[in-house]
């Protein structure tokens, strides 16, 4: 099993190295970035330096919080590493990514994204189901962001191909400060 650190000293985030089109994205980014930093907790993510990633990596720094990144090597040649991170591990492959990312926290946030997000989202997510991994997973439901994926997970409950207590695994907040009191009562 994965299960991390011991409390919530670290958090993995996963969301866009897009800004999107909506630049209240970018604010919850930074929002959630300085509320890390001010409680002394670590962000771990994928180490790259655009879009909503580089915002919450940034905003840690900046208010002085540490941020590790996880890069596979192909994407560090492509030049999109964040430069200034407090520390950085280059693997392999999306995978090794992944895993190592959720070794070095205890819960998950998810901010909007695209596949690479959903993709990340999902597998912790499958992975918590399976006993596999033990900490909080969270979206912050910004704007509305995620309230039809949100209808799609009621459906396969629904329908028979979801359990309510594994739909029950993701924390759904509207907000980072209710995102990360949930995650401390997980989800409560």
């Known amino acids: 099993m994965v299960s991390g650190t011991t409390d919530m000293q670290s958090i993995v985030v996963y969301c866009g190295s897009s800004p999107g089109t909506n630049p209240v994205y970018t604010e ?12 002394n907790i670590r962000l771990i993510y994928g180490g790259g330096g655009f879009g909503l990633m580089g915002t919450v990596a940034d905003t840690v720094l900046e208010h002085g919080g540490e941020v590790i990144g996880v890069i596979p090597n192909f994407l560090a ?11 950085i591990h280059f693997v392999q492959t999306m995978h090794e990514r ?3 990312m959720v070794t070095l ?6 901010l909007p994204g695209g596949y690479g997000t959903l993709d990340e989202l999902f597998e912790i997510l499958a992975w918590r189901q399976l006993k596999l991994y033990d900490g ?3 979206i912050i439901n910004t704007n509305g ?13 629904q329908d028979g191909f979801l359990k309510a207590q594994n739909r029950a695994l993701l924390i759904v907040a509207d907000t980072v400060e209710d995102a990360l009191e949930k995650m401390l009562n997980d989800g409560q």
Do not use: C, N, W
């Not at 040649?77 to 520390?87: G, I, N, R, W, Y």
């Not at 926290?105 to 998810?110: M, T």
């Not at 962001?145 to 409950?157: E, G, K, S």
């Open 28 to 39: 919850v980014a930074k929002e959630l970035g300085r509320a890390m930093a001010e409680r």
């Open 136 to 138: 909080p997973i969270a």
């Open 105 to 110: 926290a205890k819960g998950v946030i998810a």
């Open 145 to 157: 962001y995620y309230d039809l994926m949100l209808q799609q997970l009621d459906r396969m409950v």
């Open 77 to 87: 040649s492509l030049e999109v590493a964040h430069k200034t991170l407090t520390e």
């Open 98 to 100: 992944k895993f190592k």
